[in-house]
């Protein structure tokens, strides 16, 4: 069965870069959710979007952004990178009225 | 905002040994209730979910939990350990009663099999 797919797998910036972060969802899958997980930590909501609008905002910095596409693909854009920005970025998918993410493998992003 | 407490970052138990891992969420209505596992270098895999109806359900690897209001908890259990059920553990929760399905997650627990 399709799973959710993000690319990079890993992506290594320097400080005060940018970084786009992209997730293809489970196909028929309208709801996309991105979560950050720092080293140790447990994953922490960051965006979501249901039918390409953004539907929920979690502790996302404001250099941070985020949108779903016509084809429901999301990307996240990150700006002005910071050390602290070091995580692994995940995406989940899944299709309105069902409770039930999906995550995909994650993005590890490291920050130097 | 929702709070999960996974009490015991770490727990280590014997091949063949039963795991016990523990969630107790907060809030005064019951959440929806998902344990999740990730193994290194993955992304996470549901286990289990509670919605409704039965207060004990079945995963998949023979992983079941058990949803107890009176306790606020939702404890992850296995019979028996394997090599393979070594990863770290997530019990997830979301707001019953909203549609934005955001998962609040507690810190996770390691578990360790040893042989």
């Known amino acids: 069965a399709a799973g959710v797919i993000q690319s990079p797998r890993h992506l290594i910036k320097e400080k005060r870069e940018t970084a786009t972060l992209k997730c293809y969802p489970i196909p028929r899958h309208d709801t996309v959710y991105w979560y950050q997980q720092g080293p140790g930590q447990d994953p922490q909501f960051l965006i979501s979007f249901y039918e390409k609008m953004q539907s929920d905002k979690g502790s996302i910095p404001d250099r941070f952004s985020a949108q779903q596409f016509s084809d429901y693909h999301s990307e996240l854009n990150m700006s002005s990178l910071e050390l602290g920005d070091s995580a692994l970025y995940f995406c989940?998918?899944?299709?309105?009225?069902?409770?039930?993410?999906?995550f995909g493998p994650g993005t590890r992003l490291t920050v130097t | 905002a929702q709070s999960v407490t996974q009490l015991g970052s770490h727990v280590s138990v014997s091949e063949g040994a039963l795991v016990l891992l523990r969630c107790n969420y907060s809030s005064s209505v019951p959440p929806y209730l998902f344990w999740y596992v990730q193994y290194p270098n993955q992304g996470l895999q549901l286990l289990l979910k509670?919605?409704?109806?039965?207060?004990l359900v079945k995963g998949i690897n023979g992983f079941e939990a058990e949803f107890k209001k009176s306790e606020t908890s939702f404890h992850l259990t296995k019979p028996s350990a394997h090599m393979s059920d070594a990863a770290e553990y997530f019990c997830?929760?979301?707001?019953?009663?909203?549609?934005?399905?955001?998962?609040?997650f507690g810190r996770g627990t390691q578990l360790t099999v040893w042989p």
């Open positions: 989940a998918s899944s299709s309105a009225g069902h409770l039930t993410q999906y």
């Open positions: 509670y919605t409704t109806g039965a207060t």
């Open positions: 997830a929760v979301s707001d019953r009663g909203s549609t934005l399905g955001r998962l609040y």
